[in-house]
C-alpha cells in the first residue's frame, strides 16, 4: 500500500556513534499516516562522492527520498554538492536561498557573509523551501518522477521544516488514497512471552491491522496498524482491534501513544486526589525523577526521601534500629518500615519504598544481586510489600525497580489489586 519512501541521514557524527540518528525514527512515523511506507533508510558520511552515490541508490528503489543534515555552511557540510553530483545538476546561485538565509540573519541582527555563501546555492532545478528557524534551507527536487527532499540536520530545524513545509506537500501530493492509522497500547505487568502467547491470534502477518509487541524498561508496547482506502475505515478498523487488545489485557493497560507509566500512575492519584511520599534506597530518587517529569504532579507528591545509609533510614524515616539489625536494610520489613515512615512524616494517603541490591557487587548468602523490595503503605489499605529478584545491570535493576513502584502506586490509587 502506499509510496515507496527512502529516509538517508548524512552525518560522520551519526557513523562514528557519537550521535543517535533521532531524525530517521521521527520521518518515518511521521510519513505513515500520509500513506508512504518507509521501505529502507541509509546513512551517508560527510564526502561528496559517498553522498551522490547513497542518493543514487536511494532514488533507484524508492519514489520519495528524504535526506537529512550536511547542509550547513562549513565545509563538512557536502549535500548540496552530493546532490548536484548524483543529479547530475550544476549547484547556481539561488535567489531564494539567500533571501531565506538573509531573513533569518536579519532577525539575529546580523548580515550576510562570506561564510554563508555556500548556502545560497542550490542544484539547477530544485525548489528551496524557506527555513525561519535556521540558516540552512531545505530543498525539494525532482528526478524524472521521484521526488528528493533534503532537510537540515538539526533535529529541532528538521521538524520545524518537515510539520511546516514538507508534509502539508506531501499530503496534497498522495501516493494514493490509502490511509494508515497507528495506536499504540502500554501495559505493565506481564512478561513478553506471557503477552505475545494471548496476543498470538492477533499477530498473523497478514492480518489488517496488522499487530506487534515491543519492552523496554519493563513495560510492554502493543502497536496496531490498520491500512484501508480511508482514513474512516482505516480508524474502524484500528479501533476494533484496539478494543480486542484492551480486553485481552483488562487493567494492566495504563495508557496509550505517548502516556508513559510515570504520567498514568500521576493522573491515577491525581484523580483520586490522593497524597503521595516515596522512600527510596535502591532507586536513589528515580521514581521522584519520573513522577517529577509529569507536570501537575506537585498536587500529589509531597516527599521523596532517598536514604542510603542504615542510620539516614532510622533517622530520616524512623526505621527502628531492631529492624534494620535483625532483618538488614534489604528485608522486607526494612522496606515496609520505611513506607510507613514516609507516610507518616508526610501526612501523605499513600506512600512507597524500595530497597535492594543493584549490583554488581553486595551479594551475600540468600541475598542475591537484583534483590529488591517494593512496600506500599496506604491510610486505607493493609501495608503491601513484595521480594523481586531483578535481572540485568545495575542501571537496569533500578529502572525496573522504579518501575513496578509506578504500577503499584497507580494500581493503589485506582484501588485495583497490588
Ligand atoms: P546546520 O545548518 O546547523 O549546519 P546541517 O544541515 O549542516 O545544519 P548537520 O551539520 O549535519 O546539519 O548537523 C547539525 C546538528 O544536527 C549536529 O549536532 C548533528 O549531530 C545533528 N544531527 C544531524 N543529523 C542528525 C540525525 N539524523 N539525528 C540526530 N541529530 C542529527
Ligand atoms: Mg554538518
Not at 555556500?118 to 521521484?146: D, F, H, I, M, Y
Not at 502477518?205 to 482505516?234: F, H, M, W
Not at 484492551?246 to 498514568?264: I, N, S, W, Y
Amino acid at each position: 500500500v502506499g509510496g515507496r519512501a527512502w529516509l538517508l541521514s548524512i552525518g560522520d557524527e551519526l557513523l562514528a556513534g557519537t550521535v543517535l540518528d533521532t531524525n530517521l525514527p521521527h520521518v518515518a512515523r511521521e510519513l505513515l499516516p500520509l500513506g508512504w511506507r518507509v521501505v529502507g533508510a541509509s546513512t551517508a558520511c560527510d564526502d561528496e562522492e559517498e553522498i551522490a552515490r547513497a542518493v543514487r541508490e536511494a532514488l533507484a528503489r524508492a519514489d520519495l527520498v528524504i535526506a537529512t543534515g550536511g547542509l550547513g555552511p562549513t565545509r563538512d557540510d557536502l549535500t548540496r554538492e552530493g546532490i548536484a553530483r548524483a543529479l547530475g545538476a550544476p549547484l547556481e546561485e539561488s535567489a531564494a536561498a539567500r533571501a531565506s538565509i538573509e531573513g533569518w540573519l536579519a532577525r539575529q541582527g546580523r548580515a550576510l557573509g562570506p561564510e554563508n555563501a555556500p548556502q545560497t546555492l542550490a542544484p539547477r532545478g530544485a525548489e528551496v523551501l524557506p527555513n525561519p528557524v535556521g540558516t540552512a534551507p531545505a530543498l525539494w527536487l525532482r528526478s524524472g518522477e521521484r521526488t528528493l527532499v533534503a532537510l537540515p540536520g538539526v533535529p529541532r530545524e528538521m521538524e520545524y521544516l518537515l510539520r511546516e513545509a514538507l508534509l502539508p506537500r506531501l499530503a496534497r501530493e498522495r501516493p494514493s488514497g490509502a490511509s494508515v492509522l497507528r495506536r499504540r497500547i502500554h501495559l505493565f505487568g506481564l512478561t513478553e512471552a506471557a503477552a505475545g502467547a494471548r496476543l498470538a491470534p492477533l499477530m498473523a502477518r497478514d492480518r489488517n491491522p496488522r499487530v506487534g509487541i515491543t519492552v523496554k524498561d519493563a513495560v510492554l508496547t502493543v502497536s496496531i496498524e490498520a491500512v484501508a482506502a480511508g482514513a474512516a475505515d482505516a480508524g474502524a478498523l484500528l479501533a476494533g482491534t484496539e478494543a480486542e487488545v484492551r480486553v485481552l489485557f483488562g487493567d494492566r493497560v495504563f495508557g496509550e501513544d505517548g502516556t508513559t507509566l510515570a504520567a498514568a500512575a500521576a493522573r491515577a492519584l491525581l484523580g483520586r486526589g490522593l497524597s503521595v511520599a516515596l522512600a527510596e534506597s535502591a532507586t536513589g530518587g528515580l521514581v521522584g525523577h519520573l513522577l517529577t517529569e509529569v507536570p501537575g504532579v506537585s498536587g500529589s507528591l509531597r516527599l521523596d526521601v532517598v536514604a542510603y545509609a542504615d542510620e539516614m533510614k532510622r533517622d530520616l524515616l524512623a526505621v527502628p534500629e531492631a529492624t534494620l539489625r535483625e532483618h538488614g536494610a534489604v528485608s522486607a520489613e526494612t522496606a515496609q518500615a520505611m513506607a510507613a515512615g514516609a507516610r507518616r512524616a508526610a501526612r501523605a494517603d499513600l506512600a512507597a519504598s524500595t530497597t535492594g541490591i543493584a549490583g554488581p557487587g553486595g551479594a551475600t548468602p540468600g541475598k542475591p544481586v537484583g534483590l529488591v523490595f517494593v512496600a506500599v503503605d496506604s491510610a486505607a489499605g493493609v501495608p503491601h510489600v513484595e521480594r523481586h529478584v531483578l535481572a540485568g545491570s545495575r542501571s537496569e535493576v533500578k529502572t525496573r525497580a522504579a518501575m513496578i513502584v509506578l504500577d503499584r502506586l497507580r494500581r493503589a490509587a485506582l484501588g485495583l489489586p497490588l
